[in-house]
């Protein structure tokens, strides 16, 4: 079945990079693009950026532009998301998610806790 | 970018009631149009896509409506499950947008 694992929860200070990963499996990886999201705490979800597995052909959001990059390792199945200068308004749950268009399967979501 | 706007925020209905929720695009987005379940502690679920198609193993009773500009997804009966947050997202054009949401919650 497909999978989306995430890396464990983060702590970090303000001004720090954070970088999370997410290994997919049950499906074949370069078939699909795969859509980063964040969660804040008591708020929807946010479109972070998507990145193409088949060409890195790449989008973002136009607040995260400049500060996040998305990258993937197809000789493991896995997508990166390095997010720098980290403010306390960065904390949030941070999903990976695959994505045709709709997004169909989201990882398990990783807590990114930015605090001095 | 395309500003999703949902309404209402909160919707307090009682089991096996019919809930109609909204979600407006600030410009078209065809049938590019996807609606999402969310439980407290859990990622979202895809409910629907293409504006009116259910996904894989989605109850009869989710149904979506609408294009261009105007959705709607439609619970028939609500189900003690279906006391959720949903949102919208459309994915015609770059930057993707989500809206802010719909509580269902237990009247």
């Known amino acids: 079945q497909v999978q989306l694992v995430q890396s464990g929860p983060e702590l970090k200070k303000p001004g720090a990079s954070v970088k999370v990963s997410c290994k997919a499996s049950?499906?074949?990886?370069?078939?699909?693009?795969l859509t980063w999201l964040r969660q804040a705490p008591g708020q929807g979800p946010e479109w972070m950026g998507w990145?193409?597995?088949?060409?890195?052909?790449?989008n973002f959001a136009q607040n995260l532009q400049g500060r996040v990059t998305l990258t993937t390792d197809p000789s493991t199945n896995t997508a990166y998301m390095e997010l720098r200068n980290l403010q306390s308004d960065d904390t949030a749950v941070y999903y990976c998610?695959?994505?045709?268009?709709?997004?169909?399967?989201w990882g398990q979501g990783t807590l990114v806790t930015v605090s001095s | 970018e395309i500003v999703m706007t949902q309404s209402p925020a909160t919707l307090s209905l009682s089991p096996g009631e019919r809930a109609t929720l909204t979600c407006r695009a600030s410009q078209t987005v065809s049938s590019s149009l996807a609606w999402y379940q969310q439980r407290p502690g859990q990622a979202p679920r895809l409910l629907i896509y293409g504006a009116d198609i259910r996904a894989t193993g989605v109850p009869a009773r989710f149904t979506g409506s609408g294009s261009g500009t105007e959705f709607t997804l439609t619970i028939s009966s609500l189900q003690s499950e279906d006391f959720a947050v949903y949102y919208c997202h459309q994915y015609y054009d770059w930057p993707r947008t989500l809206g802010r949401g719909t509580k269902v919650d237990i009247k």
């Open positions: 049950g499906y074949p990886f370069n078939n699909y693009g």
């Open positions: 998610a695959r994505d045709w268009g709709p997004i169909d399967h």
């Open positions: 990145i193409s597995t088949f060409n890195d052909n790449r």
